[in-house]
């Protein structure tokens, strides 16, 4: 079976690696390039050394959007991977056990496909539909179901509240998908487990947490980098839904926000560089690290 | 266990590994690879022909040009069913590629970095280019042949004397015309004629006139005076602004436009501010800052909001959404004090909306004669029917029947006389400060009012970009 594995692989590897290196890593070589550099993107590039690098370190606008992504970065992946834990274990065993087989609470046929939706929209769609939702005057959603006597909630306009609105999206729109992958994780849990734990007496809250959970930690794991990646991101929602595009006054102004403002909009490409160049390395270390933290001894 | 985890690469491992790497995501970062490679001096041939009195920008007449239209408030009509016609009926054989977009940068900003640049564009709407980086980088035709060029339908005068004073300084950067501000801009305080005369409210001429009214209209449950924070806070700007130039003359603006030190803590503007802040705290709707300017505008359109900061172009954008009991009209912004130096009736109207001719492209002569073309009496008078506003050509109006709003604002310019002004263009030449100007401006108006920070921050944002070098500067006199 082993004979002709690479030849194999390489074929079926060769397009897809070609359309990275240039499309990704092409890009990237560029971004370190100009992130050196001061280029309005147009017309030729002055070499300026580290200036960008200062210039960030003195942007008040930059530490805020990185303690806003730091605060992304700390909530999604623990919110999300709760609930789609909670959920997936709800489909899959939290009907307890019948018939020697353990099975979901009613219904939980219907549940997974209603939990995926989200999954299947795209995120501009999600974004302006949420904007809706979260409408600052009587014309939203949630503020039209109040009562007419009370003022209506400021929700992005709230410069407390903005960015977890915009969490709560984020939120909603994954945690359909990882309610799919823990449950495809559960699938894989031999029924014979759970079987031996019931007959001892084990609970259900005992069962999730002595043997799903542990069982489950390799793909929870991968969930986590996935997750902080996409907490580095969120620039489509805060573009679309925000008060002034990462408002109000900065309150939802996340890195990909400022790198895109200064390419396209200020015209200080070295300086979005810069942003993409920084935005890189803490991706980079953000992994490593959730994957060293988190080892551990195969079960 | 199952077989999968005897697999040298499970699912997981590579998921892992893939993360690992750290390149799954941060799209954002990708997307600057689009703009890389504008160094490159592209010296494309450029189609030219003989100057003759027929002929005065020398085109090539055989060459095609291609055109960008900004597909927007204005609509695509007036160019594929007026311009371009009148242009290949003078030039039957040049050929005009046509293509509209909302996405300006998105579209030309790659073509012209790529030397691929069409030859006339339209740069505007939320999406357009930095047009300082574009002249400083050499992609603007000048414009200054055009400017002295036979008009194309009003014999004995050269382009630029069939044009509203200024027109070719306001699109000047560091003395040289390289954009045509083609629309002629009315700013003021919308309201409902109707609503107005049905409850005998009279536009304020005075600021305490102004809080006087704003008590009427309040007390009559309809909010007196409302912009859209999320997305149109620049109204608000230009409002505030355009009392400063009122209260100290367009100097005011002139100094915030050249960087200079103190422009922004001027009393003018700080006075101003103090007078707008009173206002946002007294009667405007909190839940405006989370509001876009069509929900706002909607709210006016169905009398929820008396007073409304815009342009002219306001009528023909809620034209489907406007009852036919509503007519707009148009009032200038009251005085702020007893001594201000210009009158209650001055006003601020500038010429916007900028085309150009990309001098990289393959035909840079033909992209100025299609503006000269745009500039004829006949494409302006057209231009003004189908899109219900003015142009920068002189009498072009006349005898066009013009719409309630329309006709409002050219009365009130009557009115003002001589003392309308341009404005200020610290916006469109920097437009990272005017950013910053409309968090101030949201701050200012929702959040307490305190106008001395306003000033204080602008000042400081307006200095640390004076004191930046990465950025290209401009001035105007």
């Not at chain 2, 103190?262 to 700080?270: D, E, K, M, S, Y």
């Not at chain 2, 029947?401 to 404005?423: C, H, Q, T």
């Not at chain 2, 950013?435 to 640390?464: I, T």
Request: charged letters at 20%; glycine letters at 8%.
């Amino acid at each position: 079976m082993r004979h002709g594995k690479y030849p194999f692989i390489i074929g079926f590897l060769a397009v897809p690696v070609a359309l990275y290196a240039t499309f990704v890593v092409a890009a990237y070589i560029q971004t370190f390039q100009l992130s050196v550099a001061s280029w309005s993107g147009f017309g030729p590039i002055k070499y300026v050394g580290f200036d960008n690098f200062v210039k960030l370190w003195n942007d008040d606008l930059f530490w805020k959007s990185l303690r806003h992504n730091g605060y992304l970065l700390l909530l999604l992946p623990i919110v999300t991977i709760a609930l789609g834990l909670l959920f997936a274990f709800l489909l899959n065993v939290g009907g307890g056990s019948k018939g020697g087989m353990t099975r979901g609470v009613w219904g939980s046929k219907v549940y997974r496909v209603i939990f995926f939706f989200p999954q299947l929209m795209a995120l501009a769609i999600v974004a302006v539909i949420f904007g809706r939702v979260f409408a600052s005057d009587k014309s939203g959603m949630i503020n039209g179901l109040l009562p007419d006597s009370w003022a209506p909630w400021l929700f992005l306009a709230d410069e407390r509240w903005a960015l977890t609105c915009i969490l709560v999206v984020l939120v909603w729109q994954a945690v359909g998908f990882y309610v799919v992958l823990f449950s495809a994780g559960m699938g894989s849990i031999e029924h014979e487990i759970y079987e031996a734990a019931a007959l001892d007496g084990a609970t259900r809250v005992t069962l999730f947490f002595r043997i799903t959970l542990p069982l489950l930690w390799g793909t929870i794991q991968t969930a986590w980098v996935y997750l902080g990646i996409a907490a580095f991101d969120a620039f489509a929602l805060i573009n679309i839904m925000t008060v002034d595009r990462g408002g109000p006054d900065g309150a939802t102004s996340v890195l990909a926000m400022m790198i895109y403002r200064n390419t396209f909009e200020y015209s200080q490409v070295g300086y979005a560089s810069a942003l993409g160049v920084v935005l890189f390395f803490l991706t980079l270390t953000f992994a490593a690290l959730t994957l060293r933290v988190t080892r551990r001894d195969a079960v | 266990m199952s077989d999968i985890t005897n697999s040298e690469l499970d699912r997981r491992t590579l998921l892992r590994r893939a993360a690992a790497v750290g390149l799954a995501a941060t799209p954002a970062v990708g997307m600057l690879s689009a703009c890389v490679g504008g160094g490159d001096e592209d010296t494309t041939e450029q189609a030219t022909g003989t100057k003759s009195a027929d002929n005065p920008l020398g085109i090539d007449p055989k060459a095609p040009i291609e055109i960008v239209i900004f597909d927007g408030g204005l609509g695509t009509k007036y160019a594929t069913d007026v311009d371009t016609p009148i242009y290949n009926k003078k030039w039957p054989e040049s050929k005009v590629a046509y293509s509209a977009t909302q996405e300006i940068s998105t579209t030309v900003q790659p073509r012209l970095n790529a030397g691929d640049a069409p030859d006339m564009i339209n740069n505007s709407g939320a999406k357009m280019m930095d047009f300082g980086a574009i002249v400083a980088a050499g992609q603007a035709q000048d414009l200054t042949e055009l400017y002295a060029a036979a008009s194309f339908d009003i014999p004995g005068k050269t382009v630029a004397e069939t044009l509203v004073p200024g027109t070719a300084e306001w699109g000047s950067y560091n003395g040289k015309p390289y954009a045509l501000n083609y629309s002629y801009t009315v700013f003021g305080m919308w309201y409902n004629a109707t609503l107005f005369e049905k409850n005998g409210w009279t536009p304020p001429a005075t600021w305490a006139d102004f809080i006087t009214l704003c008590d009427k209209i309040q007390a009559a449950g309809i909010v007196p005076f409302g912009y859209a924070g999320a997305n149109a806070a620049y109204y608000m700007v230009r409002a505030l602004l355009t009392s400063a130039g009122k209260i100290g003359t367009e100097q005011v603006l002139k100094d915030i436009d050249n960087l200079k030190p103190g422009a922004w803590t001027n009393p003018a503007v700080l006075e101003a501010a103090k007078a707008w802040a009173e206002v946002g705290k007294k009667y405007l709707d909190k839940s405006f800052l989370g509001l876009k300017h069509t929900e706002v505008q909607l709210q006016q359109n169905q009398d929820k909001v008396a007073f409304y900061p815009c342009g002219s172009w306001l009528e023909n954008e809620q034209a489907k959404d406007t009852p036919p009991t509503f007519k707009y009209a148009v009032a200038p912004y009251p005085s702020v004090t007893a001594s201000d130096k210009l009158p209650a009736t001055a006003m601020n109207a500038a010429a916007g909306e900028i085309y150009f001719a990309s001098s990289k492209g393959k035909n840079p002569r033909g992209g100025m004669e299609y503006l000269r073309v745009m500039l004829s009496k006949e494409a302006a008078t057209e231009f003004t029917r189908l899109t219900k506003s003015l142009t920068v050509v002189l009498g072009a109006a006349d005898g066009v029947e013009l719409s309630p709003g329309l006709s409002s604002a050219n009365e009130a310019l009557n009115k003002a006389g001589k003392d309308v002004f341009m404005g200020y263009l610290f916006d469109t030449w920097y437009k990272k400060l005017g950013d910053e100007s409309l968090s101030a401006v949201n701050d200012l108006m929702f959040k307490g009012g305190d106008a001395q920070k306003f000033c204080d921050r602008m000042e400081a944002a307006s200095q640390a970009l004076a004191k930046d070098s990465s950025v290209q500067k401009q001035t105007r006199s």
